[in-house]
């Protein structure tokens, strides 16, 4: 099993330029999550998806758009890309029955100029 | 808001000595806590997970010691190595509504291990 795979690794914008961040599981896991992480941050949840066919935002969704494509793939769209997102994103996946842990994917490094 | 915060940012340890790493977590109401390691340039990974009905939890080099009274939840490594240095990082369930299940996760404490 390869885990949570995310795609590209590293990404550099400009400002206003539009992009998707590609996320996909094979543990046939239920959930799954987008986080960005700040220097000197925590994580910090973007947007989530319970179930296959279901979304909903987190804590810092402004700016940013999910789709959950089927139950392995979950991608985060960036529409206009602004400086304020530069970040690592992580997206994570979650069996959801009778486990809290998330299973973290490598990150993609963003830099938007 | 919730909040789970350290009280460290930063730790540095002798190798083979002990560390403590220690966490604040401000909702009485959750009922699972979590601790992830996360080494430069990677994702963080699952060290050891504790519930609210629980006190401690043991695992290989690893325990975590959970204070519901004062709200605080500690890891401690025994007989820290270079591998260990990392940042870690907690983690509480956010037990309400539909966000059941979603992390909050604290700032972080960077460990770094002398040898």
């Known amino acids: 099993n390869a885990g949570v795979t995310q795609t590209p690794k590293f990404q550099v914008l400009k400002t206003g330029q539009s992009m998707t961040l590609q996320c996909a599981q094979d543990?046939?896991?239920?959930?799954m999550y987008w986080y960005r992480q700040d220097p000197g941050m925590g994580l910090r949840l973007i947007y989530y998806s319970a179930s296959e066919g279901t979304t909903d935002k987190g804590e810092v969704p402004n700016g940013y758009n999910v789709s959950r494509l089927n139950k392995r793939e979950f991608s985060l769209r960036l529409e206009s890309a602004a400086p304020s997102q530069t970040s690592v994103y992580f997206c994570?996946?979650?069996?959801?029955?009778?486990?809290?842990?998330?299973?973290f994917g490598p990150g993609t490094r963003l830099t938007v100029l | 808001g919730e909040s789970v915060g350290l009280h460290l940012p930063t730790l540095s340890v002798q190798e083979g000595d002990n560390s403590i790493i220690n966490c604040a977590y401000s909702n009485s109401a959750s009922d699972y806590f979590i601790w992830y390691k996360q080494e430069s340039g990677k994702g963080p990974q699952f060290i050891i997970d504790i519930r609210s009905n629980m006190d401690k939890r043991q695992g290989q080099r690893v325990t975590v010691l959970l204070n519901k009274t004062v709200k605080h939840l500690s890891l401690q490594i025994a007989a820290t190595q270079p591998g260990d240095s990392a940042v870690y990082f907690c983690a509480e369930n956010a037990a309400y509504g539909g966000s059941q299940g979603n992390l909050i996760f604290g700032k972080g404490t960077k460990l770094s291990v002398k040898p």
């Open positions: 994570a996946s979650r069996p959801s029955q009778g486990s809290h842990e998330q299973f």
């Open positions: 543990m046939n896991h239920n959930s």
